[in-house]
């Protein structure tokens, strides 16, 4: 494509991580905008005129019915004015056109519970959750990230691990039964998971593993590779100062969470 | 029919919730439970077929991967006993509020106003409980009898088919609209008597002004044309009564006070504000002249300065001590969200930036027998905690930077402070952003949430006055989400520059924020039939003081009318126009048509007789200990780093977010671990430039026991010091003042009130000569005068408290300094004089003294210091930098290296000591205005030049060896591993 992509990261609700979300946009190379619900249910804009999706973090509606579980409700229901719509319609062709999605901690927590993710099936079927840390408590701290280069993930093409921030409550990674774990496994799906510093391993120690998730999964993509959810934060490392031992570490100048929105740019602009 | 759905965790699902539940249960009342479930319960009460139940329960309410849930009946579990708890009738309701949207979203139809969806959690609980226990679980850790309501239900009471009853806390109140008249005409006992029922909290010389004020015959001619009685309206008493209320007139601040000292001379002080706090400004702001940060102080709801060119900083600090003693979590968490209204209602509004917060405790460990109506510290401490959690993460602002304070006297009362600092683009709409006027003839808009009976009067302490289905006066719970919602579109409405004016609806309610807003014209008329009420059944004086919470007033010019309310409308919320700022010089009420009140804007903004008041100070009778040095200093140390004002906070800050907004660099916590604790926050405001936001605090009670003048000058130098030593511009920083005191206003309550008010004097001047001395004008404050605790004969006062927050900038945040040990074979230096300064400090707590040598400041030697290692720091010589305060200099050496896993040798011959100091002497004192400061080698030669003449001296060096030993000469003082050092310091507060 031509003209420079354009990033929509959708506000309002409790959304609260719009801002650097959109300066990664920006910094991966698209034209980024914050667009607050209303003007989406008011169709005075639709997510046809973007390339890429973010479902960003916050608090969607305090989290009060259980992470994003209002948002997801809404978004199932609500129509766009005058025009007969429902905002759900936008977003399953968004995803049919092949545009895609990030949903980073709330938003990963919404996409799991609108049944975006993990999309095995297609449709949108529940499968998997995030609920309450095994520690019952919300945390703000950093972690590593063993990534699975083998999986379909856009998102993570050419990073092997990474080091975040974790901010929630609700983190913890659950699946329906075995048999979807499995599959998860198989298709490689499940792109990002806590690691051990100390060991370069997969954990399921706390702290490392910051909330008790199954298989230390710390995110998921769809089988297309295109939509993907995690709970840790990589617009939160633009830059070196965001990290937590910058002063004392010899870190690039720039900060290991553009690379997600670079790929994501990257993608749209050969792909689309 | 109300109907009940219950949802539920599958079997295997853990259950983090009832586990802390089995937790607390054990630490808070000391019952052993096996095993809680938690079942979350929503009584919808609107009539729904079986269809839309179905789809509302599987929906929004349900997440099935985990949970499972039945309508009408019970979701099933297996318990001795269920406890149920519920909200009492008219309390904040916040997940039940988000299920009723969820379940018009789902109906595709807004809930109609008798409709509703009311939450509660049901704990099935296993364990061998008494009834008497099950009460005593509910009462001291499930529930708070001022906001909740509970069931305890044996498993053999409970209908396995039908399950509970549904309950509906549905308000009730029958009338409204009702005016009352009050008959002033009477003794001043009656007086009096009107003031202490009616909660007014007025004194004998106010109620008489007011009285003389309506007897006045051209008063009573202007009621008259008016159609109002001749006697005053409860509406009309009642905005006198906010007016005038210390929390708004700062009365004792602004008192005549006759100050006496310990050798009989005598001084008059005409308002320590004006004096101490608006001089202090005035002057520093005079000598930066034309480098003067300052852009408006103490006017608006928060203090402004720049920040560059194109960006203002705002930076507020509040208190919410009676409502957290009261409910813990819910005063706190309104504090944390009120004070967010504050830098966002000053100006033309304002983006907020962070938070920070400071808490001041009892002991969580307290075990002695507490004092009737006094909640268990541990609970107070949870409840506080996670208030400020809620409030602060849930509307995505990051808490950088505070501190917890213990002291057993916070038992009376526990302090809450919460602080928001706010950046506004220097203009909005072509206006420069720190200004705001009404326009005569503006509209008066009330922009939020709705109004009810919340948080009128203020809290009222007893439970009698709460029965059933009468709405809760006394406890507001804050809600984050409908503040985020109304604070995303009035930024939308600022950028369009839709409004003239704006201040937010807190103390006092409609009456402060109208009355305050119509200063600029000189009038309103305020309808308040025409406010959106929670329900019906209110009275016009209390739609006028209510202080529900999320709501702004804005003036809005009738030419924006609609576009304001097209806006609103379309981003989900609510705004009323309520009337019409005027040049009447009236303040007018009016209800349904009728006026109901009608005050003239001069009496009430200047009618507030002063107070007269005495001071006197005498020193307290407080000598030096005399005892022998401990032969072995290494488990004083140990025991230090644990105590609970030196010990690790990480089991708190943690549950903070600190970096949304992803400005994020000086984090609460740094080092190799990501565990020391920073001095500073530093924060970048603007994420594509370097330019940086730096944010301390500084506050040391203890001090106070000898002399509040020292304990407010150390308060304003460790707040100073902290922003000095991350990287923070000595000559770009304002400060901010908090005081909280107990009653310093002589009485039989309070028969040393004398002493206390001269503390407060004393307090003032060590601010003033502080902050004058260091350059930094004070922008903003709050004071908060009766932190005590009475009830039959026990009485608790709190130790007078200065809180002194200090913001400002810094040029380029890559040059950001953290308090973390880098590399063995760097030098370490001690900037600063230690002098015999033990008094009031952690070592002589710890040994139980309190002693007489409170720490000194010398502000001009420490202001040299700090602006010739800020100089340094710009040429990148220094490599971790860490301040001297609670513990001394062994606890900051310490700390610095565990923070960096590297060791450290120190030799206190080389120590620069005022006097013959004994070895705990050197180690422990606690004198202020010191820096440790870690040199690399080669850097060395330049940074000693930068510190010049000033007292400074090489004192260690930094070693491979995870150990810190302290040497003098070729004598060992101390040596302990890193680890230990550390595991003492985390251990203390690590499980709570």
Known sequence: MTATPRAIVITGNGTN???????????????????????????????????????????????????????????????????????????????????????????????????????????????????????????????????????????????????????????????????????????????????????????????????????????????????????????????????????????????????????????????? | MAVRIEVGYRDPVRDPRGERVVREARELAGLELRSVRTVAVYTLDMDLTGEELEKVASGPFTDPIIQTYAIGRPVGGIFDLVIEVGYRPGVTDNVGRSAG???????????????????????????????????????????????????????????????????????????GGRVREVDLSCSDEDLMKISREGLLALSLEEMKAIQAHFEDPEVQGERKERGLGSRPTDVEIE????????????????????????????????????????????????????????LSVFKDNAGVIRFNDDFNLVFKVETHNSPSALDPYGGALTGIVGVNRDPFGTGLGANLLFNTDVFCFASPFHSDPLPPRILHPRRIYEGVVEGVEHGGNKSGIPTVNGAVVFDERFLGKPLVYCGTAAVMPAKVAGRPSHEKEVGVGDRVVMVGGRIGKDGIHGATFSSEELHEGSPVSAVQIGDPITQKRMFDFLLVAREEGLYSSITDNGAGGLSSSVGEMARDTGGAVLHLDLAPLKYPGLDPWEILISEAQERMTVSVPPRNLKRFMELSEKMGVESTDLGEFNDSGRFELLYDGRVVGSRSMEFLHEGVPQMVLDARWEPPPLAEPSFEAPGDLDPILLDLLGRLNICSKESIVRRYDHEVQGGSVVKPFTGAANDGPSDAAVVRPILDSFEGVVVSNGIVPRYSDIDTYAMAANAVDEAFRNYVAVGGDPSWAAALDNFCWCDPVQSDKTPDGTYKLAQLVRANRGLYDAVTAYGIPLISGKDSMKNDYIMGDVKISIPPTLLASVIGRMDDVRKAVTMDLKSPGNHLYMLGETARELGGSEYYALLGYVGAQVPAVDFDRARERYERYHKALLKGLIRSCHDCSDGGMAVALAEMAFAGEVGLVVDLNAVPATGDLRDDELLFSETASRLLVEVAPSDAPQFEEAMGETAWARIGTCTEEKQLVVKKGDGKVLSLSLEEMKEAWQRTLRGL
């Open chain 2, 101 to 175: 949207e969820a379940v018009a979203q789902l109906l595709g139809r807004p809930l109609a106003p008798e409709e509703g969806v009311y939450t509660s959690i049901q704990y099935q609980i296993q364990g061998d409980l008494t009834q008497p226990d099950a009460q005593r679980l509910a009462s001291e850790v499930l529930a708070n009898e001022l906001i909740h309501r509970w069931r305890v239900v044996p498993a053999g009471d409970f209908d396995k088919a039908a399950g509970l009853k549904p309950e509906v806390p549905r308000v009730s109140i029958s009338g």
């Open chain 1, 17 to 272: 991580c719009e801002r650097e979300a959109a300066e990664a946009c920006r910094l991966g190379g698209f034209d980024a905008h914050n667009v607050h619900i209303s003007s989406i249910l008011s169709g005075e804009v639709t997510l046809d005129s973007y390339q890429f999706l973010n479902l960003t973090g916050g608090f969607l509606d305090g989290d009060d019915l259980g992470s994003a579980m209002v948002q997801a409700n809404r978004l199932k229901y609500a129509m766009v004015a005058d025009d007969g719509e429902r905002v759900l319609e936008q977003v399953l062709r968004f995803i049919d056109a092949g545009k895609p999605i990030l949903g980073v901690c709330n938003g990963f927590q919404l996409m799991v519970k609108m049944g975006l993710l993990p999309g095995l099936d297609g449709g949108l079927v529940r499968s998997t959750t995030l609920t309450f840390n095994d520690s019952g408590r919300y945390e703000d701290r950093w972690v590593t990230l063993l990534v699975d280069e083998e999986s379909p993930c856009i998102f993570t093409r050419g990073i092997q691990n990474v080091s975040l921030p974790v901010r929630h409550g609700e983190g913890k990674f659950v699946v329906r039964d075995e048999a979807v774990m499995g599959r998860l496994e198989a298709k490689r799906l499940l792109t990002v998971r806590y690691m051990d510093p100390a060991t370069g391993k997969i954990t399921m120690k706390y702290p490392e593993n910051p909330n008790g998730s199954s298989e230390a999964v710390a995110g998921i993509c769809s089988p297309s590779g295109l939509l993907f959810g995690l709970m840790p934060h990589p617009e939160a490392y633009l830059h070196r100062v965001n990290h937590p031992r910058w002063t004392r570490e010899n870190l690039p100048e720039e900060g290991a969470g553009i690379a997600f929105f670079r790929n994501a740019y990257e993608y749209v602009v050969q792909a689309l």
């Open chain 2, 239 to 294: 905005v006198l009564a906010q007016t005038w209320s210390e929390h708004c007139k700062h009365k004792i601040f602004n008192a005549l006070i006759r100050y006496e000292d310990e050798r009989g001379n005598t001084e008059t002080v005409d308002s320590l504000f004006k004096t101490y706090i608006v001089g202090a400004t005035e002057r520093v702001r005079g000598e930066m002249a034309a480098k003067d940060i300052c």
